[in-house]
T-cell receptor, first 116, second 112 residues
């Protein structure tokens, strides 16, 4: 079974530029998550999708971050414009079941972003 | 709110030593508890989990017991190997949400 795929693996941009990350979850997984992991910290949830609907985006900085999962499968996370403090690893995860059930989340390898 | 606190690293051990990584949680209600591991250059992998008090999760020689009275979920392994070198994250899910709340991670370095 293929795991969660993410691209690119690494990205270096200058502040005020825009960047987009892509995630393809495990086939059949209804729930998709984007986490931000700043160096030395644990991952923090940015947004959670159930199929193509947003379940939780309370910690997403909506003035600069956006995410979509139009067909309920793969997803993109965009930052525009980027700030220095956005330098982090962006992790995508997916799980089989919907909200209210405790299911294992499977993580992709992450995209490491460096903002100069 | 929900939070997870784990011991700071790095933890450096010799091969075959006993490992304990402490983790405590605060949550409303009774959360499910997890240990994730992140090997160098790889994504997070679920190591073990426990969903109710007194449950013991185990995998690859690692164990953790859900202790409600001490709100703890300490990770243990009787004999570590060099291949166990990684960053270990304690995490919780509370209530009906499926959002994972992570600790800051503990880096383990095992030497020969």
């Amino acid at each position: 079974e293929a795991g969660v795929a993410q691209s690119p693996r690494y990205k270096i941009i200058e502040k005020r530029q825009s960047v987009a990350f892509w995630c393809n979850p495990i086939s059949g997984h209804a729930t998709l998550y984007w986490y931000q992991q700043i160096l030395g910290q644990g991952p923090k949830l940015l947004i959670q999708f159930q199929n193509n609907g947003v379940v939780d985006d309370s910690q997403l900085p909506k003035d600069r971050f956006s995410a979509e999962r139009l067909k309920g499968v793969d997803s993109t996370l965009k930052i525009q414009p980027a700030k220095l403090e956005d330098s982090a690893v962006y992790l995508c995860a997916s799980s089989l079941a919907g909200q209210g059930l405790i299911e294992t989340q499977y993580f992709g390898p992450g995209t490491r972003l460096l903002v100069l | 709110g929900n939070s997870v606190t784990q011991m700071e690293g790095p933890v450096t051990l010799s091969e075959e030593a006993f490992l304990t990584i402490n983790c405590t949680y605060t949550a409303t209600g009774y959360p499910s508890l997890f240990w994730y591991v992140q090997y160098p250059g790889e994504g997070l992998q679920l190591l073990l989990k426990a969903t109710k008090a007194d449950d013991k999760g185990s995998n690859k020689g690692f164990e953790a017991t859900y202790r409600k009275e001490t709100t703890s979920f300490h990770l243990e392994k009787g004999s570590v190997q060099v291949s166990d070198s990684a960053v270990y994250f304690c995490a919780s899910i509370a209530g009906t949400a499926s959002k994972l709340t992570f600790g800051t991670g503990t880096r383990l370095q095992v030497t020969l």
